[in-house]
């Protein structure tokens, strides 16, 4: 299974492009800040995600800064690539003081 689900600030936003197959392409960079518990203790986890939209939701008003919720799976970035990169399937954005539901 290849599935995650990351709750993130969009940190940079590329101009709109095209797949090859000519399918909207928007990449993002998402800056993720959290706190985890891992083997008993807390552990400050911070990392920045390369991620990209494509399709219609490619089209989303997105600005840098929002902060969001998003799903998808990870893959590379190319062919000839080790970058890993999110392909967002799903995405909400998070509102200061809502309650997010589970996708």
């Known amino acids: 299974m290849n599935t995650l689900v990351i709750a993130a600030t969009v940190q ?3 101009p709109l492009g ?3 197959a000519g399918l909207p392409l928007l990449r ?3 800056q993720h800040d959290s706190e985890q518990l ?3 203790l807390n552990r400050k986890v911070q990392c920045v995600l390369p991620a990209v939209l494509i399709g219609e939701k490619a ?3 997105l600005q840098t800064g929002d902060q969001i919720k998003a799903k998808g799976f990870l893959s590379r970035r190319s062919a ?3 970058q890993v990169v999110m392909h967002i ?3 909400q954005l998070i509102q ?3 309650i997010l539901k589970e996708f």
């Open 89 to 91: 399937q799903e995405i």
């Open 96 to 98: 200061q003081l809502q």
């Open 28 to 30: 993002l960079q998402l």
């Open 38 to 40: 891992e083997a008993g």
């Open 59 to 61: 089209r989303l008003t």
């Open 18 to 20: 095209y797949t090859p």
């Open 80 to 82: 000839k690539s080790t």
């Open 12 to 14: 940079a936003i590329e």
